[in-house]
């Protein structure tokens, strides 16, 4: 179980890095509160962040507080870094870690409700809403959504549209894509069907699918 915290103190200090588990890379960063960030770089880990994750990031961050407290420190984020990676690995299916999120109470609310998807599983944005009562409200649950600054723990990849389609995600449409290739099929990889038919595979397609892929 995910443990929140819904109010910390402004101002703390934020331990950061790039990452890279499974071929990907992410920027991370976490407080004495919980993991506060996490989103996809296009740029390799290895070589430091890249300039559009380095501005999403510092966006973020500015929130939090000043840049003198901005520690790049990959030791502090090991134990969030070991639960993603087993994720990503497929022997993972909940994540066990505090979480530092900021944000409004509409934009808590919205986030704590994606909370209840589980693993494997997709809902549409206006039965997120529904479970909000908020069902007039489905465009303001979807700009919370895409405000949610920690991916894959706070599981906004399982919103789809009506018809399970694929729509916006922050981390890009392909990661999305992936992730919920990976929690049917346990493999993080790219993929050639159309999402409709992964949302609504059968065992014995699934089966199929990972034979091809494997």
């Known amino acids: 179980m995910v443990r929140e915290v819904m109010e910390s103190a402004v101002n703390q ?8 588990l499974q071929d990907i890379n992410f920027v991370m960063a976490v407080t004495d509160s919980g993991l506060g960030y996490l989103q996809f770089q296009k740029g390799d880990a290895r070589d430091g962040v890249d300039v559009e994750a380095w501005q999403a990031f510092t966006q973020w961050a500015r929130k939090i507080g000043h840049p003198s407290g901005w520690i ?7 134990p969030y870094m070991q639960q993603l990676d087993e994720y990503l ?9 505090p979480l530092d999120l900021r944000g409004t109470a509409f934009q808590q609310s919205v986030w704590r409700a994606l909370h209840e998807i589980g693993h494997g599983e997709t809902v549409s944005y206006s039965q997120v809403a529904q479970t909000l009562d908020k069902s ?3 465009r303001a649950v979807g700009t919370a959504i895409g405000a949610n600054p920690v991916l894959i723990v706070v599981p906004c990849h399982r919103v789809v549209g009506k018809n399970g389609a694929l729509t916006g995600y922050r981390g890009g449409l392909e990661n999305k894509e992936k992730l919920l290739l990976l929690e049917r099929a346990g493999k993080f990889m790219p993929i050639s069907a159309p999402m409709h038919k992964i949302l609504n595979m059968d065992k014995n397609t699934e ?4 034979g091809i892929r494997n």
């Open 13 to 20: 200090t934020i331990y950061w890095g790039p990452i890279r």
């Open 72 to 78: 790049q420190q990959e030791d502090r984020l090991k």
């Open 89 to 97: 690995s497929g022997v993972r299916t909940n994540f066990e870690l």
């Open 136 to 138: 007039s409200a489905v």
């Open 207 to 210: 089966k199929e699918m990972n």
